[in-house]
């Protein structure tokens, strides 16, 4: 039986199609991510499992149960918000045991179960505090035991690391992913961190305007993008449409050819069969430590990439204005569904 | 001259910036010079006269001569006291304060919560200016307003009429104590016109205090299993603790000090008000005035310790 699943469902706000007919499947145990930029209809996606928010056609189904119209308080899902939602006049045990609280568990046993939750996440100690007196990666980890206290079958988690620094964030990932196998619980996680969701997550579905453009696991999605939407922002590949990929490519259908199977040569350096070349004109390289990345505004119109090793790209210099000329194999040319 | 030059002001350059430059070095000095004058008048106007005010409480009054005793005394005190027409007063007002302050919150929490949570953008701005506007009206012109809404021949008694519902105003007027001949001379119609009066210093600190909590707050607790009345119980009531307390400040010592309402509209019970403004006018005896005017301030006083004992600020 699928942990969550999504029948054709739709939900509008005015004009705007949130979530456009949506159909998706997540299985039990699974690390699923819903990945999108702000406003593709991934967090409406969130609401919807969650109940804060219902479809306006469509069924949501949870265990197998239509609950498209069941109250949040009756549905065995809980949410880590964005914000974390900690009740600010509550001391950190009394928020996570507010979920057992709520059902009429006694004291004793609500508070044995808040403090197993607070060893889970490492919070031992901070019982008497108030969400105020913690910093981010802790009221992280509170919202996380209390979420999990209930023992749900699901849990969704709103881009929950958005607001931690780089160092904490990447602890905060290996951290839930390890507490995610151990627990064997659904994980639904909305980001819209590419890297986050493809290192993270058993299978992704990627958002845009309301509906899903690909669902795959994360090495399908790198490697085998399906549309150009998908070949952009997952893979932060270049992708050539329409007259470009006709110049380029030979034929209309669009292609995604990625950026560290783009070489950089001299303009006129000799290209082998079963290479494509284009020349254009260098707007900017920015060095990033071990790679280069290069900017290239090509003569048949868009800008491409190429990242390319700090040793290797002494073979041209890299000045805004220099000719060059980029390179690839076909073999490494992903064809795509036209938008 | 180039263009950075110009933005940066040269040294001296006159009185003005001899003056800024004194002021800037000196911080001290700067609050002091802003913050004396309002602390003055503060401190002179507001507590001396206060304070001038309580000091005649000390004072008593010579029945004979009716000529104020200037030596400090408990008698006026003893009197306010001890005398059960005067223990009545304060009784009659301090009822009609509590029961006033809850009516106002029962009604000024649905309105506000819809204001703040459900209200579009446009119906909460046309809420906010249907809260004020009253608030702008003459004071005198409403109560004589509601005066004649509640008369026996007014508006209200023709609605219970016309709708055939003339008996039940009839059994409401014959209930003990807040009956009478009609509304506008009945403590029901006396409370009905401090409710509607004080409403708006109710709702506003109400919605301010809601507008304070975020709505994802009330998702967590919902989605942590707890009814909407478990919500409200848990999460809602005691962040909006502070703004409720605010409000009933208001409507408490509105209802505590006024006496325009109580003699114009309801029946002829004396409530705080309208003691002191007789004593200190008509019988002139300043020294029980005074004593009056210190019970609303020991009430409100005491209603402040208990709803800080109770918890009322934690959330603030």
Same mark, same amino acid.
Not at chain 1, 62 to 91: C, I, K, W
Not at chain 1, 210 to 234: D, S
Not at chain 2, 182 to 205: D, E, H, N, R
């Given at each position: 039986?699928? *942990?969550?699943?999504?029948? +054709?469902?739709?939900?509008?706000?005015?004009?705007?199609?949130?979530?456009?007919?949506?159909?998706?499947?997540?299985?039990?145990?699974?690390?699923?991510?819903?990945?999108?930029?702000?406003?593709?209809?991934?967090?409406?996606?969130?609401?919807? !499992?969650?109940?804060?928010?219902?479809?306006?056609?469509?069924?949501?189904?949870?265990?197998?149960?239509?609950?498209?119209?069941?109250?949040?308080?009756?549905?065995?899902?809980?949410?880590?918000?964005?914000?974390?939602?900690?009740?600010?006049?509550?001391?950190?045990?009394?928020?996570?045991?507010?979920?057992?609280?709520?059902?009429?568990?006694?004291? *004793?046993?609500?508070?044995?179960?808040?403090?197993?939750?607070?060893?889970?996440?490492?919070?031992?100690?901070?019982?008497?505090?108030?969400?105020?007196?913690?910093?981010?990666?802790?009221?992280?980890?509170?919202?996380?035991?209390?979420?999990? !206290?209930?023992?749900?079958?699901?849990?969704?988690?709103?881009?929950?690391?958005?607001?931690?620094?780089?160092?904490?964030?990447?602890?905060?990932?290996?951290?839930?992913?390890?507490?995610?196998?151990?627990?064997? !619980?659904?994980?639904?996680?909305?980001?819209?961190?590419?890297?986050? *969701?493809?290192?993270?997550?058993?299978?992704?579905?990627?958002?845009?305007?309301?509906?899903?453009?690909?669902?795959?696991?994360?090495?399908?999605?790198?490697?085998?993008?399906?549309?150009?939407?998908?070949?952009?922002?997952?893979g932060g590949a270049n992708v050539a449409e329409g007259e470009i990929a006709r110049k380029l490519g030979g034929s209309s259908q669009p292609f995604a050819i990625r950026t560290e199977s783009v070489a950089v040569l001299a303009p006129n350096d000799a290209v082998s069969s079963g290479f494509v070349a284009a020349d254009g004109t260098v707007l900017d390289v920015q060095f990033h430590g071990a790679t280069c990345r290069w900017q290239v505004r090509l003569d048949a119109g868009d800008v491409?990439?190429?990242?390319?090793?700090?040793?290797?790209?002494?073979?041209?210099?890299?000045?805004?204005?220099?000719?060059?000329?980029? *390179?690839?194999?076909? +073999?490494?040319?992903?064809?795509?569904?036209?938008? | 001259?180039?263009?950075?030059?110009?933005?940066?002001?040269?040294?001296?350059?006159?009185?003005?910036?001899?003056?800024?430059?004194?002021?800037?070095?000196?911080?001290?000095?700067?609050? $002091?010079?802003?913050?004396?004058?309002? $602390?003055?008048?503060?401190?002179?106007?507001? &507590?001396?006269?206060?304070?001038?005010?309580?000091?005649?409480?000390?004072?008593?009054?010579?029945?004979?001569?009716?000529?104020?005793?200037?030596?400090?005394?408990?008698?006026?005190?003893?009197?306010?006291?001890?005398?059960?027409?005067?223990?009545?007063?304060?009784?009659?007002?301090?009822?009609?304060?509590?029961?006033?302050?809850?009516?106002?919150?029962?009604?000024?929490?649905?309105?506000?919560?819809? =204001?703040?949570?459900?209200?579009?953008?446009?119906?909460?701005?046309?809420?906010?200016?249907?809260?004020?506007?009253?608030?702008?009206?003459?004071?005198?012109?409403?109560?004589?307003?509601?005066?004649?809404?509640?008369?026996?021949?007014? @508006?209200?008694?023709? &609605?219970?009429?016309?709708?055939?519902?003339?008996?039940?105003? #009839?059994?409401?007027?014959?209930?003990?104590?807040?009956?009478?001949?009609?509304?506008?001379?009945?403590?029901?119609? =006396?409370?009905?016109?401090?409710?509607?009066?004080?409403?708006?210093? =109710?709702?506003?600190?109400?919605?301010?205090?809601?507008?304070?909590?975020?709505?994802?707050?009330?998702?967590?607790?919902? #989605?942590?299993?707890?009814?909407?009345?478990?919500?409200?119980?848990?999460? @809602?009531?005691? $962040?909006?603790?502070?703004?409720?307390?605010?409000?009933?400040?208001?409507?408490?010592?509105?209802?505590?000090? #006024?006496?325009i309402i109580p003699s114009i509209v309801g029946a002829p019970g004396y409530f705080i008000g309208m003691m002191v403004y007789q004593q200190q006018g008509t019988a002139g005896n300043i020294p029980l005035a005074a004593a009056f005017s210190l019970v609303p301030i020991l009430l409100i006083?005491?209603?402040?310790?208990?709803?800080?004992?109770?918890?009322?600020? #934690?959330?603030?």
């Amino acid at each position: 039986m699928n *942990a969550v699943e999504f029948r +054709e469902v739709a939900r509008a706000f005015g004009t705007v199609r949130a979530v456009d007919r949506v159909s998706l499947t997540i299985e039990p145990g699974e690390f699923f991510a819903m990945l999108g930029p702000s406003g593709s209809g991934k967090t409406t996606c969130l609401r919807l !499992i969650a109940g804060f928010d219902l479809p306006d056609s469509g069924e949501v189904l949870l265990e197998g149960r239509d609950v498209s119209s069941v109250p949040p308080y009756e549905r065995n899902v809980n949410t880590v918000f964005q914000d974390y939602a900690l009740f600010p006049h509550m001391t950190v045990l009394e928020n996570v045991a507010y979920g057992p609280r709520m059902r009429r568990v006694s004291l *004793a046993e609500r508070s044995a179960r808040a403090h197993e939750m607070l060893d889970l996440v490492k919070l031992r100690g901070f019982e008497g505090r108030r969400p105020a007196q913690l910093s981010g990666g802790q009221k992280q980890r509170v919202a996380l035991a209390r979420a999990l !206290i209930n023992q749900p079958k699901v849990l969704l988690l709103d881009e929950p690391l958005g607001a931690l620094d780089l160092k904490l964030r990447e602890e905060m990932q290996i951290e839930l992913r390890n507490l995610q196998r151990r627990l064997a !619980i659904t994980f639904v996680y909305v980001t819209h961190d590419q890297g986050e *969701a493809l290192s993270m997550s058993d299978r992704v579905a990627v958002f845009n305007s309301g509906r899903i453009e690909q669902m795959a696991n994360a090495r399908e999605l790198y490697k085998r993008p399906r549309t150009p939407f998908v070949a952009r922002f997952v893979g932060g590949a270049n992708v050539a449409e329409g007259e470009i990929a006709r110049k380029l490519g030979g034929s209309s259908q669009p292609f995604a050819i990625r950026t560290e199977s783009v070489a950089v040569l001299a303009p006129n350096d000799a290209v082998s069969s079963g290479f494509v070349a284009a020349d254009g004109t260098v707007l900017d390289v920015q060095f990033h430590g071990a790679t280069c990345r290069w900017q290239v505004r090509l003569d048949a119109g868009d800008v491409f990439s190429a990242t390319c090793n700090a040793g290797e790209s002494a073979r041209v210099p890299g000045h805004a204005g220099e000719r060059v000329r980029l *390179a690839w194999s076909r +073999e490494h040319m992903v064809m795509l569904e036209s938008a | 001259m180039n263009a950075a030059a110009a933005t940066v002001p040269s040294a001296g350059g006159g009185p003005f910036r001899a003056i800024s430059t004194f002021l800037y070095r000196r911080p001290t000095f700067y609050l $002091l010079l802003l913050l004396v004058p309002p $602390l003055l008048w503060l401190g002179t106007v507001y &507590l001396g006269t206060l304070f001038a005010l309580l000091t005649q409480s000390i004072y008593s009054i010579d029945e004979f001569t009716a000529q104020i005793v200037r030596t400090p005394t408990f008698a006026t005190y003893k009197q306010l006291i001890t005398q059960p027409a005067n223990l009545d007063i304060v009784t009659r007002t301090l009822t009609m304060a509590i029961c006033v302050t809850l009516a106002a919150a029962f009604v000024a929490f649905p309105i506000a919560n819809y =204001m703040v949570r459900y209200a579009s953008s446009r119906t909460k701005a046309i809420f906010y200016v249907a809260v004020l506007v009253p608030m702008w009206t003459s004071y005198l012109v409403k109560v004589y307003a509601w005066r004649l809404i509640l008369a026996k021949e007014g @508006i209200l008694s023709w &609605l219970f009429q016309a709708i055939g519902a003339q008996g039940v105003l #009839d059994a409401i007027l014959r209930l003990p104590a807040v009956g009478g001949p009609s509304l506008a001379s009945s403590y029901l119609g =006396m409370f009905i016109v401090f409710v509607y009066m004080w409403l708006p210093y =109710m709702i506003l600190p109400i919605a301010a205090a809601l507008e304070r909590v975020p709505a994802s707050l009330i998702q967590a607790s919902a #989605d942590l299993g707890a009814r909407p009345g478990q919500t409200f119980r848990s999460v @809602i009531l005691p $962040l909006v603790m502070p703004g409720l307390a605010a409000g009933s400040v208001f409507t408490f010592s509105l209802t505590l000090g #006024d006496y325009i309402i109580p003699s114009i509209v309801g029946a002829p019970g004396y409530f705080i008000g309208m003691m002191v403004y007789q004593q200190q006018g008509t019988a002139g005896n300043i020294p029980l005035a005074a004593a009056f005017s210190l019970v609303p301030i020991l009430l409100i006083a005491i209603y402040l310790s208990l709803v800080r004992r109770l918890g009322a600020f #934690d959330a603030m």
